[in-house]
Every structure is written in C-alpha cells, then in structure tokens.
C-alpha cells in the first residue's frame, strides 16, 4: 500500500501541502491540466525551490489576476455553490467526492464557530480563488501521485493574532480549533499562524493523525515551504512518501496432534465434531503411513490458550490414542468482519477478509446456508453461490468504512466497501 506521512512541525496550510506533494515529483502541468476542468480562470500556478533554515523545499503559490477578481472570482460562495463549481468540473469522481469532502467539514465548523448551519456559511478566505485551488489540487495530487492512504503527525499551532472577513481571530482560528478537535495538538510561542483552517481541513478529512509514523519503505520526500521565514522553526511541512508492509493480525495458538491407526472413519469425524464443539479453533485430518508401513491418520487441531485442556480431554476421550503432542504456532490473519447480505432468500451473513482496508476474500456462512436451503427445499451450492453473488456485487457497488459498515448500509441491509477486491 502507497502511503503519505505528513511531518507537520511546523504546521500545515493548503499550499504547504501542495508544494511538499509538488516537491516528491507531481507535475505542475499535469496539475494544471486538472485543475483547469474546474472551469474557472482569473490565476496563474508557479513553484519555486526556496531554502527555510538551510532546508530546500517547494514554495507553491496561486496568483490571482486583479481584473478577474473584480469579476467575482473572490465573491462570498456558499457550500452549495463551491460543490456545483466541482460536480460541474470534468474532474475524477473519487477526486470531486474528496473534495467536497474537505469543503463539508471546514462548512461544519464554520457552523459550529458562529452558530449557523454549514449551508449559511458564507466563505471568504476558503470561497476564494487561491483556496479553492489548494484544496482541489491537494485531492488531485494525492490521487495522481496514487497514495491510498494519508497520515498526518502531532499538528503545531502557533499564538497571537491573525485578520480575517469576521475582524481579528485568535491564534489558531476557532475554525481551526473545531476541526482539529480529536487530533494531537501542541501550542507554541510562535507569534505565527502555523496551521490554517484549509491545511487542518485538508489533512484531517483525507488522513488519520497518529503520533509516529508509520512503519514505511520510503521512496520520496518532499518539503512544502511556508509564506515566511521564522526563527524559531523552519517553516516546512515535510511529506514521506512510500510503501508500508502489509498489516495482518496476528497472534499464536497451539496446535495439538497425534497419530491414529485403528480408528474407523465415521470415528474420526466424530473425534473432529466433539473437538470443535470443546472449543478447538479448526481440526482436519491428513492421510500418513505409520510404522510398520501401516495406513493412520494425522489429527491436527488449532486451539487457543483458554481451551487446550478441554481440547485434550476430549481427544483421550474420544479416540483410542495412548498420547498427544502440541506446540506453540504464530499465525498471521486477516481482518475479519461479519455482515449480512440481502439475497434472493433473505439476509444471510457473510465473513470478509480485509488486509490494509482492502477485501481480500468473502464467505458466506456455511450453516446459515445450510439452514436456507433445508427450510427452502434447494441445494445448497444453490443457496451458497447466490449469498456469495449478492456479497460482491455489494462489495464492488458500494463504499464502507475500513472497520465498520455504515448506519446507513446495515439499515439498507448492504455491504458498503472502500475498495473492490
């Protein structure tokens, strides 16, 4: 999975953001040929290389042209119509949904700071040109540069004052304050505004805040540089770029064995039902020749901590065996959800694997698809392939949540996924 770190020791605005995405290597070309399907003129992009504190980073910045401003390029905009300005544009679905996205959440708090309802909010600073081209064209690189996931570092605010439409605002905004409630914050001295709405809003609608980055396999580093110098810090946001290994589940179990030669096979299956039902986590059995080159059975069963004693009780009881053996075995696994599915028969539930958010298998459960098909009469391969039909056609039609299905999808008894398997 391609991940972006941002290192924000300095803060975060819109157009760090852009110039430490421009800085691993984005086109500016092919960044304004995207952004030109939004549609609207009066600007000009550049980027420049500008030393902070020794430090080489990308300054980026949108020039806004006067004669256009007079013609409403800066007008006061409203949600509604920032989001006609998008769903209007020839631009990427997934990149318009982002979008909005991050306009949805910076109108909420803006709600929140001056008691009104996000589609009141009247945008000044984030209605105009130049922000509106930072936080598109952040969605856009972070698409075109193909990160599938974002994380963003402990965010520094700095102190003072700052002058907006409203009059003077204390330093961090509260629009900035209220977005980044949840998140891990540290205030500093610096007369400065370090982390702007549109940066807060940026990272926290496309990433998650942790407090080290994760493990990762680095392939680009870039700095984003800030309006100005300041002693204290330099003034850069530095993304880490890179591939981060595959995140599994894991943890250890025993696995309990023994030898069996004078068993017959209806015993057997027996032996594997009363295990399960003493708590084992799996059983099967394996064909081995045995000494004396006589035909056995290997019976292997998966056990947790808590249930190996019962287990091997059960395997004493039940089988003819003189002893068992056993070791520790670590496991590697993937996520697992369990969800229900609207089929042809009714809902029925399916098992799904995910490893780093992604699906990596589906199952339906066997027993309720036993159960189905012995109420209804049908075979059950019938009943099986049906619910495992009606699973990927949820998975590839629908979003959901890297841990949760959503509200809304249980109710419409759905699965949503993020990505297709």
């Not at 304004?32 to 290389?49: D, M, V």
């Not at 003819?320 to 590697?332: A, C, N, Q, V």
């Amino acid at each position: 999975m391609k991940i972006a770190y941002f290192d924000c020791f300095s803060g975060a605005s819109g157009d760090m953001i852009l110039g430490a995405l421009l800085h691993t290597g984005l086109s500016l070309n092919k960044l304004e040929a995207e952004l030109k399907k939004l549609k609207i003129g009066g600007y000009e992009l550049s980027q420049k290389r500008v030393l902070r504190s020794g430090i080489t980073g990308t300054k980026f910045d949108v020039h806004v042209q006067p004669v256009k401003a007079e013609k409403g390029d800066h007008q006061r905009r409203t949600l509604k119509s920032i989001a006609k300005i998008i769903d209007d544009s020839n631009l990427d679905k997934r990149v318009k949904e982002d979008s909005i996205r991050v306009f949805s959440n910076l109108a909420k708090a803006e709600a929140h700071v001056h008691n009104t309802t996000p589609d009141e909010v009247h945008f000044h600073e984030v209605g105009a040109i130049d922000s509106i081209i930072d936080i598109i064209g952040a969605v856009i690189a972070i698409h075109e540069l193909k990160i599938e996931k974002v994380f963003f570092s402990t965010m520094r605010t700095g102190t003072g004052v700052v002058s907006c439409d409203h009059g003077n605002f204390p330093i961090p905004a509260p629009a900035t304050v209220e977005i980044l409630k949840g998140c891990n914050v540290i205030g500093t001295d610096i007369e400065y505004e370090l982390t702007t709405p549109t940066g807060a809003a940026i990272l926290t609608t496309l990433g998650e805040n942790v407090k080290v980055c994760p493990e990762i396999a680095l392939s680009e580093i870039g700095y984003g540089v800030g309006f100005r110098e300041i002693a204290q810090l330099p003034n850069l946001l530095r993304v880490m770029v890179g591939e981060t290994a595959p995140v599994y589940e894991q943890d250890e179990v025993w696995v309990v064995e023994t030898n069996i030669d004078d068993m017959p096979g209806e015993h057997l299956g027996h032996l594997l039902e009363e295990v399960l039902n003493a708590g084992a986590l799996d059983g099967y059995i394996t064909p081995v020749q045995m000494k004396k080159s006589r035909p056995g059975s290997l019976i292997s069963v998966i056990v947790e901590d808590r249930d190996v004693s019962r287990v091997e009780d059960t395997i004493f009881y039940q089988s003819t065996t003189f002893g068992i053996r056993k070791y520790r075995s670590s496991r590697k696994k993937l996520a697992r959800q369990f969800v229900k599915v609207e089929t042809e028969f009714g809902m029925i539930q399916v098992k799904i694997g995910m490893l780093n958010g992604k699906i990596r298998n589906v199952a339906p459960e066997y027993e309720e698809c036993k159960k189905v098909a012995g109420e209804r009469g049908l075979p059950l391969k019938l009943v099986y392939q049906a619910t495992l039909e009606a699973a990927r056609q949820s998975l590839i039609n629908n979003d959901m949540d890297e841990t949760t299905t959503s509200h809304k999808a249980r109710k419409a008894g759905r699965i949503t996924v993020k990505e297709s398997w």
